[in-house]
Every structure is written in structure tokens, then in C-alpha cells.
């Protein structure tokens, strides 16, 4: 015969009844058995806790590995998009600042703080290690024999290697990684792959475990791909949607442009780009980045007690002075990245908010991306009387939102944008009306945006 376990038993048993007011109750359980029952809740619950993180799969595990005058696109895209997926990011210095420091001065003045040292974690199992370009970062991974040992190591266990930019070219192609593959790399470095690589010219290139692409205007495509590679195509395209990428990848870029003002400031604008803890990586770096490569003077301040803030998606950016200390200066243009956290520190810092409002009231410049149209600008009446867009599941925070639909709006003195995959569309379009559209295509093609 059949027979439970003594909990179970208990539980199930039924106990005496007795009258009531109806004409039967229930007898209360006995301590003993209200312990039992208590029990078996408890161990029922941890058995399926257990089972449940049994069957959820453990977080891929990726190194980025940065260095001095790394491309910081290539490197803040690639960590961002792939931890939007779940992956388990390991961002490692191979050369910094300092000795024995995490900080690196990547190209274009940008400061990112990494999360190790690659010595700290020489010994450590990745599903993917991705190189970003940028030089001299590509020629001093290429010169680094603990990290030219651990990628060796790791491509002889078949494990999936990526490099973008000079990455394929200086590093991959001299460790001869890239032998009998197809590849691709920056253009200028194409000539730099060795003979035995099968140059090609995809934005993207998959050859095998092996993902090649060719430049900061690619980095998002890229790294999209390399969550396909490792979680799968429905993944992929769960990351993708909600980062508001090109329909289109290559094409010219453009603008909606309303009540139409020159934006002609001089050849050295001076322009203030605030971070916070929260705010989004991907767009506080392309804007920087690209206002850099334009010759503007970009000033990045922080919000927080300190120059290093941690971004929406756990990136460490390092600032170039506290807002107090910018805000000794005058700005012709001011702009605000998204990210949720980051934008409701925009909306509740009294400062910050003071000189946006006085630069709106001067007709000066300012614009803002992403949650802050509608989190930061909207609630202090700077989007009044204007077209505007934001981060699409904002758009009903915003009054007027006719104009919502469009990828990058300018309105006057104000421009606006959706979201990351909007960021260097936004960025374009603000050295097109500083400098010119001749320069904005320029520099578009220079990065291999189209």
C-alpha cells in the first residue's frame, strides 16, 4: 500500500468536525501539526527556488578589455548592449592612467574606470572576449602578452573572439587569429590584415566563432550580432527594439528641422554635457565623442559628490570636473543624455535646471535625448511652445507631440532625440547645424556610420 511522508500525511488527514452555528466547525490544528504544515511550506518553497535557479541559465560571462586611447564607443556600446542581454561583463584594464590604476584615458579625452586589472583575472573562463578598437589601444592590446596568451587560450577551446575597428588588423591579424578567415576591419587598416586573412568589407563579418566589424558607426550592429552569437536570434532581437536602432544601417542621416536658426557659435563651441549615476552610457559617449572628433569644447561635469559616476548599465564614466566647477562657465550649448536616473538627477538639481533655463531664456542652445525631454525639460517648461521627441514610451509625457515620430527634431534652438540608437544620428545632426553639413557627412563616413 501506498504511503506519504509524515507531513504530507498531516496535511492531508482531515480532523474531527463538531457543530456550529451552521450545524458543523473545524477543530483548530494541533501545534504539532501547524509546525508541520510550516514545514512543508517552507521546504516546497526552497524546492522550487532551487529548481527554478537550476533551470535558469548562468549569465554569460564576456571581457572587454580597455586601455589608453581605446575607442570609447566601440568599448561603452559593446558593454552596454551586451548587458542588456544578461551577460556578465568583465571590463579590465590593460594599461592605464597610472600604475596598478583601472583608470584608462580612452581616445578622444574620455575617462572610463575599469571593473579589474586583466592580471586580477588572468586565470578567468569567458564565453566571449571582445576587443574595441581605437589606437594606440589596438597596438598596445596587440603588445600585451598576458592578454595575446588568454585570447590564444581561449580560441584553441572554441569559444567565440570578436575585435572591431584597428582591433582585427593590429591585434587579432598579428596574433594570427584571423588566418584562413574571412575579416573585416577599419578601412584604413585593411591593408594591415595579413595575407593569409580573407579581407572583406561587411559592416559585420562572422566567420566561425569569429565576429569581425569595422567601426564606431558599426559598433551597435556589432554588437548586437555578438548577442546572437551567444544568446540566439530572439534575444537579439529583444535587446534591439527597445534601443530605437536604424531601420536601415549605412544610410544618410537626417533631421526634422522647424522654425530654422543658425546655430553659427564660432569654430570652438563650448559645450556642457552633465552625467549622473543612471544616466545612459552609450549616448553620454557618443555625444562627447562625436563633439570631440568636430573640434568642439566639450566640458563633461557630474551631478554626483565625485568625477566617477556609474552609468544605467553599470559602465563607470569618469568626469572632467563637479557641476559647481562648471558652472563657473558659459556654455553655447548644453545637453542632456538620457537614462532614467540620470534624467530625473537633471529634474531635481535646482543648479543645472537654473542654467538650462536661463540658456533657454537667452536663446542660446540646448537639447537633450532620450528619457530627458520628458523627464528633465518638459516638468520646468523648457519644451514649451516647441516640437519635441523623446524615448518613444515617453512620448505621453510630452505636451505637444506632434513631432514624436521623428528620429532627431530641431526646433530653433532646441534639439531633441529618441534613444541609443538614435545617439549618433543626434550627435550628427548637432555638428551639422554647428559646423556644417559638409563636416557632419564627413565625420559620418569617417566612423563608418554610412
Known amino acids: 500500500m501506498a504511503t506519504r511522508p509524515l507531513a504530507s500525511a498531516l496535511l492531508f488527514s482531515k480532523t474531527p468536525r463538531a457543530p456550529s452555528s451552521s450545524g458543523s466547525h473545524h477543530s483548530p490544528p494541533s501545534p504539532l501539526v501547524r509546525r508541520l504544515q510550516t514545514l512543508t511550506r517552507a521546504l516546497a518553497l526552497a524546492s522550487s527556488s532551487s529548481q527554478a535557479m537550476a533551470s535558469a541559465p548562468a549569465p554569460k560571462k564576456v571581457l572587454v578589455p580597455v586601455a589608453n586611447g581605446t575607442e570609447p564607443m566601440e568599448a561603452v556600446i559593446t558593454i552596454d548592449v551586451l548587458r542588456r542581454a544578461g551577460a556578465d561583463i568583465s571590463v579590465a584594464s590593460v594599461a592605464s592612467v597610472e600604475p596598478g590604476s583601472a583608470t584608462v584615458a ?20 569567458f564565453d566571449l572576449i571582445s576587443l574595441p578598437g581605437g589606437m594606440p589601444g589596438s597596438s598596445t592590446f596587440r603588445d600585451c602578452k598576458l592578454l595575446e596568451n588568454m585570447v590564444k ?23 594570427g587569429l584571423l588566418n584562413g578567415l574571412k575579416a573585416t576591419c577599419y578601412p584604413s587598416f585593411m591593408d594591415k590584415l595579413p595575407s593569409e586573412v580573407h579581407a572583406v568589407e561587411s559592416r559585420v563579418q562572422i566567420d566561425g566563432k569569429c565576429v569581425t566589424s569595422r567601426g564606431p558607426g558599426t559598433a551597435m550592429e556589432y554588437s548586437v550580432v555578438l548577442v546572437e552569437q551567444l544568446y540566439g536570434k530572439e534575444k537579439a532581437e529583444e535587446v534591439a527594439g527597445p534601443m530605437v536602432m536604424r531601420p536601415q544601417h549605412g544610410l544618410e542621416f537626417s533631421m526634422k528641422e522647424l522654425n530654422s536658426t543658425s546655430w553659427n ?10 552625467i549622473a549615476n543612471g544616466s545612459e552610457e552609450m549616448e553620454a559617449t557618443m555625444i562627447i ?47 542632456l543624455p538620457g537614462g532614467l536616473g540620470g534624467a530625473e538627477a537633471y529634474s531635481k538639481s535646482d543648479k543645472l535646471m537654473g542654467l538650462i ?15 530627458s525631454p520628458a523627464i528633465a525639460l518638459e516638468p520646468h517648461g523648457l519644451l514649451k511652445g516647441k516640437k ?33 540608437g538614435t545617439s549618433m544620428e543626434f550627435s550628427l545632426a548637432i555638428v551639422e547645424k554647428l559646423f556644417g553639413r559638409e563636416r557632419a557627412v564627413e565625420l559620418a563616413k569617417t566612423m563608418v556610420f554610412m
Open 153 to 175: 587560450k581561449h580560441v584553441e577551446k572554441g569559444k567565440l573572439y570578436a575585435a572591431i575597428c584597428a582591433a582585427p588588423a593590429m591585434a587579432l591579424g598579428t596574433w
Open 357 to 371: 533655463k536661463k540658456q533657454a531664456e537667452a536663446n542660446k542652445l540646448y537639447g537633450a535625448i532620450c528619457a
Open 289 to 335: 565623442d562625436i563633439l570631440r572628433r568636430a573640434k568642439a569644447n566639450v566640458v563633461v561635469a557630474s551631478l554626483e559628490d565625485k568625477l566617477e559616476v556609474v552609468a544605467s548599465r553599470k559602465v563607470k564614466m569618469v568626469a572632467d570636473v563637479l557641476l559647481d566647477d562648471a558652472l563657473k562657465q558659459q556654455y553655447d550649448l548644453i545637453l
Open 388 to 420: 519635441a521627441t523623446s524615448y518613444p514610451a515617453m512620448w505621453s509625457k510630452l505636451a505637444d507631440q506632434s513631432e514624436c515620430k521623428n528620429r532627431v527634431v530641431v526646433d530653433g534652438n532646441l534639439i531633441t532625440s529618441q534613444g541609443p
Open 106 to 125: 580612452a581616445a578622444w579625452g574620455v575617462k572610463l574606470a575599469a571593473d579589474a586589472l586583466l592580471a586580477d583575472i588572468a586565470d578567468a573562463e
Open 265 to 274: 557659435v564660432g569654430e570652438t563651441p563650448n559645450i556642457l554635457v552633465p
